[in-house]
């Protein structure tokens, strides 16, 4: 299995722009990255995956580069109700092998 | 959002006691998931079922046992609760399995096992 990094945790001032990076430096050709965000109180949600290059959905974009060894979530002009964990998981599809990273703790100011 | 419910929402019972928590979706999902959620750990599988009946192992599953007799639910049982199971559980499910697949969580169920 692909072992994720995340930084533990991040501040940013709404109306930027945030970048959450994930390393998985072991990362299986048939592996796929997913993203969830998850908010105090709750379950995590799927937010966009991604297996190389961009994806962008109505609320994030997915960076993945040619060597797939790391992906990057792009939240454009977070708000309040951004502040969320964020976990990157990488999992080969039709298998059960998947490891959830230890999540980014997102803190949006004012 | 897929209906998945979690019950009870919180419990506090004492070490050496049996607990059962229940997860119930109405999604008709085949695939259905119990994880813990600690602090530094992130979420870790505790053991997945692919179907009623069909149940196995995940990453951290010693001291828990599963069982799904209907597709809608699937419980999870602590024989003898210790305190190194305090913790978050969560439930999910997915109509194919996981690995790439979108899955569905219920609100969590906080156990304290004094």
């Known amino acids: 299995l692909a072992k994720t990094t995340q930084p533990i945790s991040m501040d940013s001032y709404e109306g930027q722009e945030v970048n959450i990076t994930c390393s998985h430096n072991?990362?299986?050709?048939?592996?796929?990255i997913t993203w969830y965000q998850q908010f105090p109180s709750q379950g995590p949600r799927f937010i966009i995956q991604?297996?190389?290059t961009k994806v962008t959905n109505e609320v994030a974009s997915l960076f993945i580069p040619a060597d797939r060894k790391s992906s990057t979530l792009s939240l454009p002009r977070v708000s309040l109700s951004d502040t969320a964990v964020y976990y990157c998981l990488v999992g080969t599809s039709g298998t059960y092998k998947y490891i959830f990273g230890t999540g980014t703790r997102l803190k949006v100011l004012a | 959002d897929a209906g998945i419910t979690q019950s009870p929402r919180h419990k506090v019972t004492e070490t050496g006691t049996p607990v059962t928590l229940r997860c119930h979706q109405t999604?008709?999902?085949?695939?259905m998931y119990w994880y813990r959620q600690d602090p530094g750990h992130g979420l870790r599988l505790i053991h997945y079922?692919?179907?009623?009946?069909?149940?196995d192992k995940g990453e951290v599953s010693d001291g828990y046992s599963v069982s799904r007799s209907k597709t809608e639910d699937f419980l999870l049982t602590l024989e003898s609760a210790t305190s190194s199971q305090t913790s978050v559980y969560f439930c999910a499910s997915s109509d194919a399995l996981a690995g790439y697949n979108e899955q569905f969580f219920g609100p969590g169920t906080r156990l304290t096992v004094l």
């Open positions: 991604g297996y190389k």
């Open positions: 999604e008709n999902h085949r695939y």
């Open positions: 072991n990362i299986a050709t048939n592996d796929y």
């Open positions: 079922s692919y179907g009623v009946k069909d149940t």
